[in-house]
């Protein structure tokens, strides 16, 4: 099955521009794959850097412009893979794509905390930066009875990219836990500090189990028995290498309203569930509100991302225990949407909330309008 994705026509359109592309997300999502597509559309000459080959960390390590010149030549796209892997690689590309003002950088990297943080500053104003997540809806075509027919397995396996090669469903299951224990977790704890690896999945496990619900930072210090300082920074790795992203509370300073609270959701539902080794289909879950949740919100992260619709997430609750699932503001808009699986579930908008934001619009996602939503 061939998947073109979103990202493909959006980097296209900036090679030429003398600035540096970074592609940013998690291992096996599909960088790899992407490039190679740029690269077979781009004319010219082309250079491809596997930044994890030792030879290459070696010959990259001497900054100086005839170094580089050396290397690049003539060419006039420069293709690095996992960059991240190179030591201080923001000063390197910043150096290279000063010094050679007809040349483009594509680099890829599986975790913003090296590439971005590292890169950030030196790169300020040469560099466009760029999401690329587990295959969204968006990506499968636009075949609504396909989509409903596929919906099941979307919201227990999930959609990493190979997940479409793979035939049986125990494979697919393999591959999952595959996935946690070689790839993902892998970059996380190459990171100093990070010693306690039954700590992590500990954690990712409270959090899969508290999908929709808020998170408190002190209860899950007490159930791991580690402080909250400690919680916080696992957390903030898991969002940094694309695991997990978090919703804070929505508040303009109404007396009434939660406005520290944050939730936590997982960027793909079968990450989620091979995190609590659950792949049972969904006639025998207790949890597909969670289910239905956590993949409609990620699946419009996805959606605004890749339309660059500059919205802003939240979810929304008041003290007295009214909630909406999910808050997104646009251009000073507010738009509600509460988040139902079942189409003939009732819903009303909180009052507290209609008197706070009257011009704010409110709507339902189920199993019958969700295409409109994400696609």
């Known amino acids: 099955m061939i998947i073109h994705r979103k990202l493909e026509e959006t980097v296209i359109g900036k090679i030429g521009t003398n600035k540096v592309i970074l592609i940013l997300g998690t291992r096996r999502v599909g ?22 080959d030792f030879d290459v960390q070696e010959v990259l390590k001497k900054r100086t412009v005839a170094n580089y010149q050396r290397i690049i030549n003539d060419a006039t796209l420069l293709i690095i893979d996992e960059a991240q892997a190179i030591p201080e690689i923001g000063s390197i590309l910043k150096l290279m794509i000063d010094s050679h003002p007809h040349l483009t950088i594509l680099a890829t990297g599986s975790s913003s905390l090296d590439l971005v943080n590292a890169s950030g500053e030196p790169l300020t104003g040469r560099s466009y930066s760029y999401n690329l997540y587990p295959v969204a809806q968006l990506e499968l075509g636009n075949n609504p009875l396909q989509a409903q027919a596929d919906i099941d397995e979307r919201l227990i396996i999930g959609s990493y990219p190979e997940i479409f090669q793979i035939n049986t469903w125990i494979e697919k299951e393999q591959y999952l ?60 790795l898991l969002q940094k290498v694309f695991i997990l992203f978090k919703l804070p509370s929505y508040s303009t300073n109404h007396r009434k309203e939660i406005s520290k609270g944050v939730k936590w959701y997982f960027y793909d ?6 995190v609590i080794n659950d792949f049972r289909p969904i006639s025998l879950r207790n949890d597909m509100g969670m289910l239905w949740e956590n993949y409609i919100i990620s699946e419009r992260i996805k959606f605004n991302a890749y339309n660059q619709a500059g919205s802003q997430l939240y979810f929304w609750r008041n003290y007295l225990q009214r909630e909406i699932d999910l ?15 079942s189409k003939d579930s009732k819903v009303k908008i909180p009052l507290a909330f209609k008197t706070a934001y009257p011009d704010a619009d409110f709507h ?12």
């Open 177 to 236: 836990r595959e996935l946690i224990n070689s790839y993902l977790l892998k970059d996380i704890l190459s990171y100093a500090g990070i010693r306690q690896s039954h700590k992590l999945m500990d954690l990712l496990r409270l959090i899969a189990y508290q999908i929709g619900s808020e998170v408190s930072y002190n209860e899950i210090s007490n159930q791991l028995g580690i402080n909250k300082v400690t919680v916080e920074n696992y957390l903030d």
């Open 31 to 52: 960088k790899t794959y992407l490039i190679n597509r740029v690269s077979e559309r781009v004319t010219g000459k082309k250079l491809l850097l596997n930044a994890e």
């Open 364 to 375: 339902k996602i189920d199993s019958d309008n969700y295409l409109d939503f994400i696609m």
């Open 269 to 274: 539902n079968g990450i989620r569930n091979a």
């Open 327 to 341: 808050i997104e503001v646009k251009d000073n808009r507010i738009h509600a949407y509460e988040i139902k699986y």
